[in-house]
């Protein structure tokens, strides 16, 4: 009789395993969470892509690309990508490397004669490799105050007058040190090897092959107030963000000058999901893509790891590439998973911005569901109840999302929306009751109906929550 009376509680309490969210559904929750966080975080504007494989999954903004006017951000408005142009820069030198016009192990100055900084305490001179792993030793960046004031970068002119009388930090290969005067003279590299203006090489073998369209080697001015997002500051102690002066990068071009749309790195992305496996590409080796991918150089404390160009590190068990970017007024995040072929783009207006936080977050919600694309036809039903609950004043809000073949609730603001998702199970009608990880069910959620047939407001614990839509 002991026995039985667990199992009949067993059955009274728990429930067989709820079916996964489909990919349908996981975008929806990625959708609502990025608006959601980005309204509780106050940035102005915030353009996304999600990619699998060769297929845009969603692409979308939330926000304005300049707030008080009616230009909303979309996956078409255009942001700094600031550090991202890296990438592109370190793909024009592997081209080079594979056409035999030079070496990663080239001295700098074998390509550029006007560059005699002497490397530190009688180190070796600082390679091309150098450059694209920030392993050179250089200092970080060319000796003039353009991060501030009104960010007035030099010209390339200006770079190569003052670069004689800097000096390198440390000998080369010793440390790691992002140094935005490497990547833009990896750039001159480019420039000087191929015969051609910089920008000129990257339009020609990189942006129109692909059909980067939307990509500029510099901050298009004439996009200004049509499809180039306003930037601004870091919020203030007392929240305010102060508009910033649009800029251009000039001379740093190479390390931060480009301008792009999310739907853009997408297909910068997708190209590169292509080539990985591919056994031939037009653009690169896909061996050579994959050499960018492997560490180059590691950092004494293990801590930080550098392909060729990207950015390599490990979250869980999944090693991501990528890069991140941060200018005046604008952060990106690109970042890919190779095996998975999963990509995520994150763009924003604001500087102060984590934008990888942002990546990681739609990475979570969506890649687990990559491999359920049907849809549940019972599961139609329950949207009547998807929708914001107010959640004042413990949380922002509750958001309510179809999830599998019941619902689920996440409250916002979060940074981490899938350690903050509970799954909910019908039990009756307009009743749902809360899954614990164990299965085991827990307390009632019970929407009430307005006179219009839809959720009003949804009680739990015995107080209710507001619709807010």
């Known amino acids: 009789m002991r026995r039985l009376l667990v199992l009949l509680l067993v059955a009274?309490?728990?429930?067989?395993?709820?079916?996964?969210?489909?990919?349908?559904?996981?975008?929806?929750?990625?959708?609502?969470?990025?608006?959601?966080q980005r309204a509780y975080e106050e940035i102005p504007g915030i353009s996304a892509a999600i990619v699998s494989d060769q297929k845009i999954l969603w692409s979308g903004g939330s926000g304005h690309a300049e707030p008080g006017t009616a230009r909303v951000a979309t996956a078409d408005t255009l942001y700094s990508i600031c550090s991202v142009s890296k990438l592109f820069t370190s793909v024009a030198v592997m081209q080079l490397r594979d056409e035999g016009k030079l070496t990663l192990d080239?001295?700098?100055?074998?390509?550029?004669?006007?560059?005699?900084?002497?490397?530190?305490?009688?180190?070796?001179?600082?390679?091309?490799?150098?450059?694209l792993t920030h392993s050179s030793g250089l200092p970080r960046e060319s000796d003039y105050p353009y991060w501030t004031g009104e960010f007035d970068f030099p010209t390339r002119e200006k770079i190569i007058e003052r670069v004689a009388a800097q000096e390198a930090l440390y000998p080369s290969d010793r440390y790691f040190q992002y140094s935005n005067l490497g990547l833009t003279l990896a750039g001159e590299v480019v420039s000087a090897r191929a015969g051609k203006p910089y920008a000129d090489v990257i339009r020609e073998r990189i942006l129109a092959p692909l059909h980067l369209d939307a990509t500029y080697p510099e901050m298009p001015l004439e996009e200004k107030g049509k499809r180039l997002a306003q930037g601004f500051s870091a919020r203030r102690r007392d929240g305010t963000r102060a508009a910033l002066p649009l800029f251009q990068t000039r001379g740093i071009a190479p390390a931060a000058g480009f301008a792009s749309s999310v739907n853009d790195l997408a297909k910068f992305a997708m190209w590169q999901f292509r080539a990985r496996d591919a056994k031939s590409d037009?653009?690169?080796?896909?061996?050579?893509?994959?050499?960018?991918?492997?560490?180059?150089?590691?950092?004494?404390?293990?801590?930080?790891?550098?392909?060729?160009?990207?950015?390599?590190?490990?979250?869980?068990?999944?090693v991501f590439v990528g890069h991140g970017g941060s200018c005046p007024g604008y952060r990106t995040d690109f970042a890919l998973d190779p095996?998975?072929?999963?990509?995520?783009?994150?763009?924003?207006?604001?500087?102060?911005?984590?934008?990888?936080?942002?990546?990681?977050?739609?990475?979570?919600?969506?890649?687990?569901?990559?491999?359920?694309?049907?849809?549940?036809?019972?599961?139609?039903?329950?949207?009547?109840?998807a929708g914001s609950y107010d959640a004042f004043p413990w949380?922002?809000?509750?958001?309510?999302?179809?999830?599998?073949?019941?619902?689920?609730?996440?409250?916002?603001?979060?940074?981490?929306?899938?350690?903050?998702?509970?799954?909910?199970r019908k039990t009756g009608d307009h009743t749902f009751?809360?899954?614990?990880?164990?299965?085991?069910?827990?307390?009632?959620?019970?929407?009430?109906?307005?006179?219009?047939?839809?959720?009003?407001?949804?009680?739990?614990?015995s107080n209710p929550y507001p619709r807010m839509k």
């Open 106 to 131: 080239d001295p700098i100055a074998k390509h550029l004669p006007w560059f005699t900084m002497k490397a530190a305490n009688g180190g070796r001179d600082a390679t091309i490799l150098g450059t």
């Open 339 to 385: 095996e998975k072929k999963v990509g995520v783009v994150v763009m924003a207006n604001a500087s102060g911005v984590n934008t990888g936080r942002y990546a990681k977050a739609l990475y979570d919600i969506v890649t687990p569901a990559l491999k359920n694309s049907e849809t549940d036809p019972a599961a139609a039903a329950l949207a009547l109840y």
């Open 433 to 461: 009751r809360r899954v614990r990880s164990d299965g085991t069910l827990g307390e009632t959620y019970r929407f009430e109906l307005g006179p219009d047939g839809k959720p009003s407001k949804v009680w739990v614990h």
């Open 12 to 36: 009274t309490f728990a429930i067989a395993d709820d079916k996964p969210p489909t990919t349908a559904q996981a975008l929806d929750l990625a959708r609502l969470w990025l608006d959601g």
């Open 395 to 424: 949380d922002g809000e509750t958001v309510v999302v179809v999830w599998g073949d019941g619902l689920a609730t996440i409250d916002l603001p979060t940074t981490e929306p899938m350690k903050s998702l509970e799954r909910l």
């Open 282 to 318: 037009a653009i690169l080796d896909p061996r050579t893509l994959r050499e960018m991918y492997r560490p180059h150089f590691v950092d004494p404390n293990f801590e930080t790891f550098w392909g060729i160009g990207f950015a390599t590190w490990k979250a869980g068990d999944t």
